[in-house]
């Protein structure tokens, strides 16, 4: 099975900030990798898909970069409403796991 | 727009069963594959079952192989997972996606809540 490891499990920056996530594939997924918000109490948000490419309607300040192993999620400059925690997960093959999640705070 | 609105969790008793339901809408069912993934309080996400688009091939999780069941019902745009042996550790909030396609797994439903307690 694929293994997803997300760094770091929490971080806590400023409004305004530039804030970096990384998620790293036991193996080889190509592109196949997406990217999730998740606040409290609400279901999880799709925000990227093949490991770059942004769903509608989500802010152009969220980007993702990365192929094979690594991978990362940039929010540009940091925003209240960003406060969320963040889950990759591949779905090169089965199972498609999730990264064990980055919960981000606004200082 | 695309909805997935998903239903039947309550408190069952260990060794009890529960059938969820996820209804879709706003999209032609048929022609996606379809996950259940489970997040238990205060816990990541954790995905439980993989069917495609004609049921022909399934996927579980190892920590629900052989209690739970997933089917679909493309007719009538529904989605099931019919859980038995419930533990404990099954308690969880239960969400429904779509995909995964061109998009990844997109949308989400809202999720509903199993708890499975004495």
């Known amino acids: 099975d694929i293994q997803m490891t997300q760094s770091p499990s929490s971080l806590s920056a400023s409004v305004g900030d530039r804030v970096t996530i990384t998620c790293r594939a036991s193996q080889g997924i190509g592109n196949f990798l997406g990217w999730f918000q998740q606040k409290p109490g609400k279901a999880p948000k799709s925000l990227i898909y093949a490991a770059s490419s942004l769903q509608s309607g989500v802010p152009s300040r969220f980007s993702g970069r990365g192929s094979g192993t690594v991978f990362t999620l940039t929010i540009s400059s940091l925003q209240p409403e960003d406060s969320a925690t963040y889950y990759c997960?591949?779905?090169?093959?089965?199972?498609?796991?999730f990264g064990g999640g980055t919960k981000v705070e606004i200082k | 727009e695309v909805h997935l609105v998903e239903s039947g969790g309550g408190l069952v008793k260990p060794g009890g069963s529960l059938r969820l339901s996820c209804a879709v809408s706003g999209f032609t069912f048929s022609s996606f594959g379809m996950i259940w993934v489970r997040q238990a309080p205060g816990k990541g996400l954790e995905w439980v079952s993989f069917i495609t688009s004609t049921s022909s091939d399934i996927y579980y999780a190892d920590s629900v192989k052989g209690r739970f069941t997933v089917s679909r019902d493309n007719a009538n745009n529904s989605l099931f997972l019919q859980m038995n042996s419930l533990r404990a550790d099954d308690t969880a909030v239960y969400y429904c996606?779509?995909?995964?396609?061109?998009?990844?797994?997109?949308?989400w439903g809202q999720g509903t809540l199993v708890t499975v307690s004495s």
């Open positions: 997960q591949q779905y090169y093959g089965y199972p498609p796991a």
């Open positions: 996606a779509r995909g995964p396609g061109l998009k990844g797994y997109e949308p």
